[in-house]
């Protein structure tokens, strides 16, 4: 059982290019969500998804497309870089049964667009 | 709509002595507030949550908040501080009751200074 796990941990993009950040879990999770952390402004959403096919935006999507073909990957895709995009990124999950639930973070990918 | 605060930026304790990491939330309805504590370089990890039920909310590594209605505060506490709790800790609160759109604080620095 390893959790969430991301891919790559550290990433160097040039302005204009475009890549796409893994995230998986193996514990069955309905629930996944993406997360950028940035000094001072804590943890913002950027996309989530309920289930498989089912997605929808967050606080800061622009630049940002998800998609959930299984329940277990989650991948976030940046279409063309931007020196904004320079952040750490964090996925995660969750589920919810009756009163219990948990939420699992990734370690995280550091991304630098220069 | 909801929201948490976190007023201090940073907070320095003395080895052995209590500390507090504070929060205030704003939220319609029942609130479903949490602390997560990230080290450097790692991803968040869950502390404790409160639901519903006791006002005094016991979670990991000896960590405690008190969930306080009438000054819409969810503060984290801990009777003696260790060195090896210096890292960024979090307050977050959801609409859902954890399961969904988590939104998080801006994050409060503790230094436990030997």
């Known amino acids: 059982n390893a959790g969430v796990t991301q891919t790559p941990k550290f990433q160097v993009l040039k302005t204009g290019q475009s890549m796409t950040l893994q995230c998986a879990q193996d514990m069955n999770h309905e629930y996944m969500s993406w997360y950028r952390q940035d000094p001072g402004m804590g943890l913002r959403l950027i996309h989530y998804s309920v289930g498989a096919g089912i997605t929808d935006q967050g606080e800061v999507p622009n630049g940002y497309n998800v998609s959930r073909s299984t329940t277990e990957d989650f991948p976030l895709r940046l279409l063309s870089a931007a020196p904004s995009q320079t952040s750490v990124y964090f996925c995660?999950?969750?589920?919810?049964?009756?009163?219990?639930?948990?939420?699992?973070f990734g370690s995280g990918t550091r991304l630098t667009v220069v | 709509a909801q929201s948490v605060a976190q007023p201090e930026d940073q907070v320095n304790v003395a080895e052995g002595n209590p500390l507090t990491v504070k929060c205030t939330y704003s939220v319609s309805g029942n609130p479903y507030l949490f602390w997560y504590v990230q080290y450097p370089n790692r991803g968040l990890q869950f502390l404790l949550k409160y639901i519903t039920g006791d006002n005094l909310v016991k979670g990991s590594y000896g960590f405690e908040a008190e969930f306080n209605k009438s000054q819409t505060s969810f503060h984290l506490k801990k009777p003696s501080a260790l060195v090896s709790d210096s890292a960024l800790y979090f307050c977050?609160?959801?609409?859902?009751?954890?399961?969904?759109?988590?939104?998080f604080g801006t994050g409060t620095k503790l230094q436990v200074i030997p």
């Open positions: 995660a999950s969750s589920y919810r049964r009756g009163a219990n639930y948990g939420y699992t």
């Open positions: 977050a609160d959801s609409p859902s009751g954890g399961y969904q759109k988590v939104t």
